[in-house]
């Protein structure tokens, strides 16, 4: 739920979630997982220029408001940094963990540090770190290039007391797939990108069960 994004990503853009009577409404679903975005309830280039209490108050109607029926899991992406949506959803719910993402370079560590405590300072498990356009494989000679450094995820998940749960390589076929609104997972689940995908999936599984 709650990312702007989310519609364009699985090509729902069009679609408006339908009211259930009062003020519920049932989530869009697409490829198996229902979704809620504030995306459904904007334009397509509109901003969002929402101050505080309007971003608290959308979390809390997605969190109460929405249909879920019976899920396993309830995942959240939250805009980076340690901002009111992180507040409003760790006081409204009791969350089984955080998931912190983050590329290598530093200015990027430094605000995903933040989160984490953050996260700590609310009572709210790290479950763990995702290091993302972690590096790149190029396509004709096989050579693996770190862009934007190495190591950085790794580091401060060690610093931190975490583990670093997956580094996610940079792929074009990853952003073609987002922008053509099927999943790399979706649209070819043997893609180096999906394996990964998938693996860090089950990992988050795991330690949420645990």
């Given at each position: 739920?709650?990312?702007?994004?989310?519609?364009?990503?699985?090509?729902?853009?069009?679609?408006?979630?339908?009211?259930?009577?009062?003020?519920?409404?049932?989530?869009?679903?697409?490829?198996?997982?229902?979704?809620?975005?504030?995306?459904?309830?904007?334009?397509?280039?509109?901003?969002?220029?929402?101050?505080?209490?309007?971003?608290?108050?959308?979390?809390?109607?997605?969190?109460?408001?929405?249909?879920?029926?019976?899920?396993?899991?309830?995942?959240?992406?939250?805009?980076?940094?340690?901002?009111?949506?992180?507040?409003?959803?760790?006081?409204?719910?009791?969350?089984?963990?955080?998931v912190i993402v983050t590329t290598p370079q530093d200015v990027a560590l430094l605000d995903a540090t933040r989160a984490v405590?953050?996260?700590?300072?609310v009572h709210c498990p790290i479950l763990g770190v995702v290091e993302n356009m972690s590096y790149f494989v190029c396509p004709?000679?096989?050579?693996?290039?770190?862009?934007?450094?190495?190591?950085?995820?790794?580091?401060?998940?060690?610093?931190?007391?975490?583990?670093?749960?997956?580094?996610?390589?940079?792929?074009?076929?990853?952003?073609?797939?987002?922008?053509?609104?099927?999943?790399?997972?979706?649209?070819?689940?043997?893609?180096?990108?999906?394996?990964?995908?998938?693996?860090?999936?089950?990992?988050?599984?795991?330690?949420v069960a645990d």
């Open positions: 739920i709650y990312g702007p994004s989310v519609p364009m990503m699985f090509n729902v853009g069009d679609e408006r979630p339908k009211s259930a009577g009062g003020q519920n409404f049932y989530p869009i679903e697409k490829y198996g997982v229902k979704l809620i975005s504030i995306g459904f309830f904007l334009g397509e280039k509109a901003p969002v220029i929402w101050r505080g209490p309007m971003v608290m108050g959308a979390v809390r109607q997605f969190l109460k408001d929405t249909l879920w029926g019976s899920q396993d899991f309830l995942i959240v992406d939250l805009p980076p940094g340690t901002g009111d949506a992180q507040l409003t959803l760790a006081q409204q719910v009791s969350l089984d963990g955080a405590k953050m996260f700590r300072q004709d000679c096989g050579e693996r290039d770190e862009l934007f450094g190495y190591g950085g995820g790794e580091r401060m998940a060690a610093e931190e007391g975490t583990e670093l749960l997956a580094r996610i390589p940079i792929y074009p076929d990853v952003r073609q797939a987002g922008d053509d609104g099927m999943p790399i997972v979706v649209a070819n689940p043997a893609h180096p990108a999906s394996i990964a995908f998938l693996e860090l999936a089950r990992r988050i599984a795991d330690a």
